[in-house]
């Protein structure tokens, strides 16, 4: 037979063991009536959790939008004016093209009007020296009377120097005037002043001389050369050798 006290003790074990379990079950059940519970709670956290995120999203897309859009419409308006300045400035660019090309054509005018200006001046002078060479008188400088005087008189010659001048040519009347001064000062022998008319006039001074002419004629010459008043020689039967003719001729 068992022993009492050994089923006794079983049986308090087992007893305690059966406490346990019905602690566990009771516990069980617990958990079990409140889990369902717990999880629809938790589920309706997490679903409004899920709401305000889901419309937090949509607010930060919309401000995304909404500043994405400002943004372009403000590179929009950024580049509109950047054009409408680009615009501005080609016109300018162009206006500046016309003004210089206006200014190279105005220059231009200006340089055709000074260069006929200063041909127009140029030709007035020319004709000016030509009108004024043409009125001045034919007469010597005091340098150069001078000049003939002194050589002349070193030379005695026995040659007539006669004069010959065009009619109406005053300052060719000068002229001649003022060689038979100097023929006489320097001591030759002056044969006077002949105003004569001519079918064609001659031109310059010529020195009219004879076949036989007295050597002293070329010392007559070559004092006026060395004056700077060249006399052109020419032969003459006409002339008689005892004299020599100083012609007058029509300024050339």
């Known amino acids: 037979m068992l022993d009492l006290d050994y089923l006794i003790s079983v049986a308090s074990q087992l007893s305690a063991k059966a406490d346990f379990w019905n602690s566990a079950i009771l516990w069980a059940l617990l958990f079990s009536a409140v889990a ?26 919309n401000l995304k939008e909404t500043n994405m859009k400002h943004r372009a419409d403000k590179l929009e308006q950024a580049n509109l004016q950047l054009t409408l300045d680009v615009e501005k400035e080609k016109g300018k660019v162009a206006r500046l093209g016309k003004e210089a090309n206006d200014a190279r ?5 200006v340089e055709i009007k000074f ?7 140029a030709l007035a002078e020319r004709t000016l020296l030509e009108v004024q060479e043409k009125v001045k008188k034919r007469t010597m400088s005091l340098d150069q009377e001078i000049f ?26 000068a002229a001649a005037d ?13 044969g006077g002043i002949s105003i004569e008319t001519f079918m ?6 010529s020195l009219i001389v004879g076949k036989d002419v007295d050597p002293s004629a070329g010392v007559l010459q070559s004092a006026f ?3 700077g008043i060249p006399l052109k ?12 003719e100083i012609m007058v001729g029509s300024r050339p």
């Open 36 to 61: 369902p519970a717990t999880l629809f709670v938790a589920q309706k956290i997490a679903l409004d959790r899920g709401k305000q995120l889901s419309s937090l999203q949509q607010k930060i897309a």
């Open 105 to 109: 054509a105005a220059q231009q005018t």
């Open 115 to 121: 260069a006929e200006q200063t041909e127009r001046t």
């Open 148 to 173: 003939l005087i002194n050589l002349l008189r070193q030379v005695h010659s026995k040659l007539i120097v006669a004069i010959d001048c065009i009619e109406g040519d005053s300052d060719g009347l």
């Open 178 to 190: 003022q060689i038979e001064e100097i023929i006489a000062a320097a001591g030759w022998r002056s």
């Open 200 to 205: 064609h006039n001659p031109v310059g001074l």
């Open 225 to 227: 050369g060395q004056a």
């Open 233 to 244: 020689g020419v032969e003459d039967d006409s002339v008689q050798d005892s004299e020599v």
